[in-house]
């Protein structure tokens, strides 16, 4: 499959960049800077590209059967994201590709009913403007009614780990282990996102997946 991915320099795009050339996909990735991207391989084309172009981004995902966007904006500028998300969806349209699988965040995840992650007295002051970008950016894909996009909200804690190439899967609500805990490591998120892209089960909603 021809994969266009955004995002491949980041602690998850390169785990995503690496699953997918491990599947045997061919990957054009999109960077702003092709000296941070340290990968070589025979299915790899490194092009250069900005997701907040959109111009640029129809250009670079053109003939590609599905578009990943891994795009962490830097901190500080959490409100980029909404931006890429809509020059995204804008330019993937107009290349005429049907498919954009997008990396979320695990915010927006309800604890109980009505209750979401971000607001809980617990989560963390210095997460929260990129939990609420994540959580506006889900609400942008949710008035998409063209393209099959899919948002994937990690768990709770997602960090370098195993590949263990299992995971639960959930659609709104936290996935928790009989701990309590909300974990995933970025490898296992990285196979749940491949599998999604192989065998699509979430067209036009999120999905979480944790331990």
């Known amino acids: 499959m ?3 991915l955004f995002g491949a320099t980041g602690m998850i795009g390169q785990r995503i960049l690496n699953e997918a050339l491990g599947r045997g996909h061919e990957v054009t ?46 901190m500080g500028e959490e409100q980029t994201l909404l931006d890429a998300t809509r020059s995204l969806i804008a330019g993937v349209k107009k290349a005429g590709v049907s498919r954009l699988i997008a990396v979320g965040g695990a915010g927006s995840l309800e604890v109980a009913p009505g209750v979401q992650l971000v607001d809980t007295p617990e989560f ?3 997460i929260k403007p990129i939990a609420l970008a994540h959580r506006e950016a889900l609400e942008i894909y949710r008035q998409e009614k063209e393209l099959h996009w899919t948002n994937v909200s990690p768990a709770a804690v997602i960090e370098p780990g195993e590949r263990t190439g299992t ?31 192989e065998n699509p089960r979430f067209s036009r909603m999120r999905f979480t997946v944790g331990y």
Not at 55 to 73: K, N, Y
């Open 29 to 74: 990735a999109i960077v702003r800077d092709r000296a941070r991207l340290g990968v070589q391989h025979e299915r790899l084309t490194v092009v250069t590209g900005d997701i907040l172009n959109t111009e640029q981004v129809t250009d670079t995902v053109l003939g590609h059967e599905v578009v990943i966007s891994a795009f962490g904006p830097k």
């Open 2 to 4: 021809k994969i266009a």
């Open 167 to 197: 995971y639960r899967t959930g659609t709104d609500e936290l996935v928790v282990n009989e701990q309590g805990e909300s974990r995933i490591s970025a490898e296992d998120y990285a196979v749940a996102i491949l599998d999604e892209v």
């Open 124 to 126: 963390p002051d210095f």
